[in-house]
């Protein structure tokens, strides 16, 4: 599966920019300026915006059409001016257009707060996934793609996200069913194993996210497998809403005192993180803890006082190491998107 961060998936970006640079482009992008101006003068609607980016997509894909730019421009050309135009315009309108609503943002944390209760004791036997699909490192990938969806600013680019942790999953399907000489039920197997990576994961703005998706990604793009694949997550996301104990296989005070004992856990913790008690119990968990990895940690149970000038040292170049590799993990994670935000500027400053 197309990664959002690939060279292939940038290609069209970066080439619609180009093209958009050309002084015969000039009349193309004093449209999409102009779009983007009148969309601004009117109060957000998601929906109505959805349409009118729509609407605005279908007419631009005729002016590309006719374009002396893209003369002779074969179906794929075409559709890559189009795929640079979808992420340049949702850039430019994601503040206004992403998880804008008060209503939406009540969604999103209603949602985060719920999936967050049934992580502490939902297991793959409350969702009757067998056990011959047990795989925690399929898992694992499937969550991480999936939790990479708040990376992204476009509808395309956080819909291959949704797509590469589908994908995950069923590869897994197929594997087991090729090893194992049996034959994959499908959604029966497949929406299972979704709604809990969807627990796992536990993805920031999902609702937002799917809406977000749903409204702005091409109508023409959402068919197929594509399609097929979002509805099941918007699937996952309405059966954790709906929840109850007969879902998860159990009795409904079982779930309900499941529910309880996870609240109660949950405000443990945060008063836990505000107390300089709760902090201390914690330190000393956490001590404990990294003693029986190893004492991966040396200077845990130091105090300050009792330092030397070596250990000082020490401290010092483990320090300069954290820092390091906490800075170069920053930037690997956010050069993408000041990689577009740069081009982004530039282009508008060229025209």
């Known amino acids: 599966m197309e990664s959002p961060s690939s060279a292939a998936s940038r290609v069209d970006f970066y080439g619609f920019l180009d093209r958009m640079r050309r002084p015969a482009a000039a009349g193309l992008f004093r449209s999409i300026k102009s779009f983007l101006a009148s969309l601004s003068l009117d109060e957000p609607s998601a929906e109505d915006d959805g349409a009118r980016v729509q609407a605005f997509y279908a007419a631009m894909e005729a002016a590309f059409r006719e374009h002396p730019l893209w003369a002779n421009a074969t179906h794929q050309e075409i559709d890559h001016a189009l795929e640079g135009l979808e992420k340049y315009i949702m850039t430019k309108l994601f503040d206004r257009t992403f998880a804008a609503s008060p209503e939406d943002a009540a969604v999103d944390a209603e949602v985060s707060e719920r999936i967050g209760l049934l992580q502490r004791f939902v297991r793959p036997q409350h969702l009757d996934i067998p056990k011959v699909l047990h795989n925690e490192a399929s898992w694992l990938l499937a969550v991480k793609e999936l939790q990479k969806i708040n990376s992204f600013k476009s509808p395309r680019d956080k819909l291959l996200c949704v797509m590469s942790c589908c994908q995950v999953i069923n590869n897994l399907l197929l594997n087991v069913s090729m090893s194992n000489d049996r034959t994959p039920s499908g959604a029966d197997e497949f929406l299972p194993i979704l709604i809990y990576i ?27 497998e594509v399609e097929y694949y979002l509805t099941n997550l918007i699937s996952a996301k309405m059966f954790i809403v709906n929840v109850d104990g007969r879902s998860l296989s159990m009795e409904e005070n079982e779930f309900q005192m499941h529910m309880e004992t996870a609240k109660l856990g949950t405000q443990i913790f945060a008063a836990s993180l505000s107390s300089p008690q709760g902090s201390a119990t914690s330190t000393r968990g956490l001590q404990k803890q990294t003693d029986t990895e190893g004492s991966r940690f040396p200077f845990m149970d130091s105090e300050t006082e009792s330092l030397t000038a070596a ?12 820092v390091t590799r906490y800075t170069s ?14 081009l982004l500027a530039s282009v508008d400053a060229d025209s």
């Open 329 to 342: 993990l920053s930037k690997a994670l956010r050069k993408l998107s000041i990689d577009e935000d740069q």
């Open 311 to 322: 250990e000082v040292k020490q401290l010092h170049g483990l320090y300069r190491q954290v």
């Open 198 to 224: 969807t627990i796992k994961a536990n993805p920031p703005h999902l609702h937002s996210n799917l809406k977000f998706v749903q409204l702005f990604r091409r109508e023409t793009k959402l068919v197929s």
